[in-house]
């Protein structure tokens, strides 16, 4: 079983440590993306922000720490496969992503298949350590990794998609940490919703000329050159909730001080975009990995 070629502008990794992993497994780690682990803690990080304000205790806010950053890696892998399952024709046309193990046929759809539900069988394991409101929320999760795939297809707001689904770690995790959802969740949930929206947007600019010969829809497409707009709109939207987060769930006066900082990666982000640099879009989509611990900081330094 070999890898698919890569060629043009990809942010696929096919060397460094994945070369070093038996032939056959190499396959199933691209398919997972684990050569590009960013994908992992973006998905991790809404539930570091829940626990980060709401963990009872430090040792029950490090123990749902590992399970969730366990299970981000897991759930990240199983939501690439069904995306990749969705998507694998598409994938093909699309110089970023031709080279991805479904696509180029290193691994067939049954294969993916059967990958897929080991995937799911540990995350459930993981899943079976939380509290009844957590484990209600972790099923209802795979709703929106189902339906994520097809947004593309009938809207130009996949990104938003994403946003509900990426975003679904805040609302599980303040359950898992609290035992129960409310406005403080409901708040926190669309404030992630806002930042996925944003940062996604950037990354599908890589995209954008392959997506619009397909015929699949995106924000990079629907806002074009009027992006850094609509960005400064998301991400002033975000702080803003964050903001309203932290007043409502009484965190003193430093957890607004603390804000200031993710608020100037997200500015930084908007004043460097080029929407016609797609190597630049990739380095701002991953910037958002310190936007996300920023926030968590000032979660925990608003406890104070």
């Not at 990958?115 to 795979?142: D, E, M, T």
């Not at 990794?145 to 707001?157: E, F, G, H, M, S």
């Amino acid at each position: 079983m070999t890898i698919g070629a890569v060629s043009g502008h990809t942010d696929i990794r096919a060397g460094g440590w994945v070369a070093r992993l038996p032939e056959a497994a190499r396959p199933y780690a691209l398919l997972m993306r684990l050569d590009r682990p960013i994908g992992a803690p973006l998905l991790f990080l809404p539930a570091l922000w829940a626990f980060a304000l709401a963990a009872p205790t430090v040792t029950e806010g490090l123990r749902l720490t590992l399970l969730f950053g366990i299970g981000a890696v897991l759930m990240r892998g199983a939501g690439c496969v069904v995306n990749d399952l969705w998507d694998r024709d598409i994938d093909k046309r699309v110089e970023r992503t031709r080279g991805r193990p479904l696509a180029s046929g290193a691994v067939t759809p049954r294969q993916a298949l059967v990958f897929l539900i080991g995937l799911l069988l540990v995350s459930l394991l993981i899943l079976a350590q939380l509290n009844r409101a957590a484990i209600l929320l972790g099923v209802l999760s795979l709703v929106p990794i189902a339906l994520y795939p097809l947004a593309k297809r009938v809207t130009n707001w996949p990104q938003a998609m994403l946003g509900l689904t990426f975003g679904w770690g805040a609302p599980m995790g303040h359950a898992a940490a609290t035992g129960g959802v409310d406005a403080v969740t409901a708040l926190l949930y669309a404030a992630t919703i806002l930042w996925i929206l944003g940062y996604d947007t950037i990354y599908a600019h890589q995209d954008r000329e392959d997506d619009a010969m397909v015929g699949i829809g995106s924000t990079a497409l629907r806002f074009g050159e009027a992006t850094g707009l609509f960005l400064a709109a998301c991400y002033g939207g975000m702080i803003a909730l964050l903001a309203l987060t932290g007043w409502l769930a009484g965190l003193s006066m430093w957890f607004f001080a603390a804000l200031a900082l993710p608020a100037a990666l997200l500015a930084r982000q908007v004043a460097a975009l080029d929407i016609h640099d797609p190597g630049l879009c990739l380095r701002l989509f991953q910037a958002n990995r310190e936007v996300g611990f920023a926030v968590a900081l000032a979660f925990l330094i608003g406890r104070l």
